[in-house]
């Protein structure tokens, strides 16, 4: 359902040093500011995967009604790498596609930020432009619409692929994408591709919180050189440290479990908690886990989890456990750029209070321009697909 998402940046005056006054100034001079050293460049290397036509990329798309025609120009595919920085703070090699509309005036850029990916889902990568990859239709042809597409794999896939992959880790989900980002402008402006100041922000699901944190980080960090033009962020688990609380709280099955072990894994790697298994799980699942972490689980949380910690949740009483869930907490900031929440109101993997939390905590830091868009009924996969047409509606706008 994924692979549906399309549509889906010091006056001083003289001073005196005699007894004799100087005559006023009526324009003193300025002292102009020290000169700001450009960032380090981030890009590695591409290399060409392939030049697609718009009839190419329509074909990809006749199961959705009218979207093919949207396709005016042909684009072109690269694989970009990059340099970026792992959890520990260390460089690391990261990769991702860059989608490139044969165009003959300057472009806007997207930055899309991909769903969850399994770890015997590699080749859905980016880099890897497959036809199972989001990127492959419905994006393809958001780039022949006229927008230079910057796609992150995120560091443990494609040429990072040797690295676990920080599920959930808003830090360096943001830091992976931007440097993408950054690399894609620097590949652009290498290769003459005329792109003008416009950045847009879009995801779902992973890469939709991936998305929230890369606007968080960019207006914070790259205010002057990637401004954020608008964003729009679908079904992301914004609130991370409530999301934890509503599942030790569930008594209904929870689909999504299995992948919530992965977070905990990567926050107990990431954050150096060092917790034994036994500590989250009950048995027989801490030694399956320990043994396979992709191992199957139930779908209830109380015989999945281990009372002592379902209880740190639920009151706060493991301080080390509690920062890292509001470490990853990137609802509660006041963005400066347009930003539209998209989620479906019966999301039952991720719930929609994520974004009706992030709504009303922006709006009460005064953020006027945070629109939310529930989209009415839809589940965390039935409301993909409308996520992006709207996404694409939005962005359009500016």
Known sequence: MLAL???????????????????????????PPPPVAP?????????????????????????????????????????????????????????????????PAAVPVISYQHGTLQPDE???????????????????????????????????????????????HGASLASASADMLRATREFCAQQKISVNQKNF?????????????LHKLLEEKYAATLPVTASAPGAGAYHKSAFARYIMRSTEPLNFLS???????????????NRPFGYYY?????????????????????????????????TDSDPALTATLT???????????????????????????????AYNAMRARGAANVELRPIQGGTHFSAAPVYTLQAYAFISQF
């Open 327 to 357: 470490a990853n907490d990137v609802y509660d900031w006041q963005p400066k750029a347009p930003l539209a929440l998209f989620h479906g109101t019966a999301d039952d993997y991720v719930p929609f209070f994520n974004s009706q939390d």
């Open 5 to 31: 998402l399309w549509l889906t940046m010091l006056g001083v005056a003289p001073g005196c040093n005699s007894s004799s006054p100087e005559p006023a100034v009526a324009n003193p001079p300025t002292v």
């Open 39 to 103: 960032p380090a460049p981030v890009l590695v290397g591409s290399s060409l995967i392939g030049e697609y036509t718009p009839a190419q990329l329509a074909a990809r798309v006749s199961d959705i009604p009218l979207v093919g025609t949207l396709a005016r120009y042909s684009v072109r595919v690269y694989r970009l790498t990059y340099t970026t920085q792992n959890t520990d703070g260390h460089p690391v090699t990261a990769s991702g596609a860059v989608l490139v509309p044969v165009a």
């Open 122 to 168: 590699e080749t859905r990568a980016p880099s890897y432009y497959s036809s199972r990859s989001e990127i492959w239709s419905a994006v393809s042809v958001l780039a022949a619409t006229g927008y230079v597409v910057s796609a992150p794999d995120y560091i443990g896939y494609g040429a990072s692929r040797a690295l676990p992959h920080p599920y959930e």
């Open 259 to 273: 992948t919530y072990v992965w977070v905990l894994r990567t926050y107990d790697r990431v954050y150096q908690l």
């Open 282 to 314: 009950q048995e027989p699942y801490a030694t399956r886990l320990q043994a396979d972490p992709f191992s199957p689980v139930p779908q209830q949380a109380a015989q999945l989890f281990a009372p002592t910690f379902r209880q740190a949740v639920l």
């Open 201 to 213: 922000l879009l995801g779902y699901s992973e890469g939709g919180y991936a998305t929230l944190a």
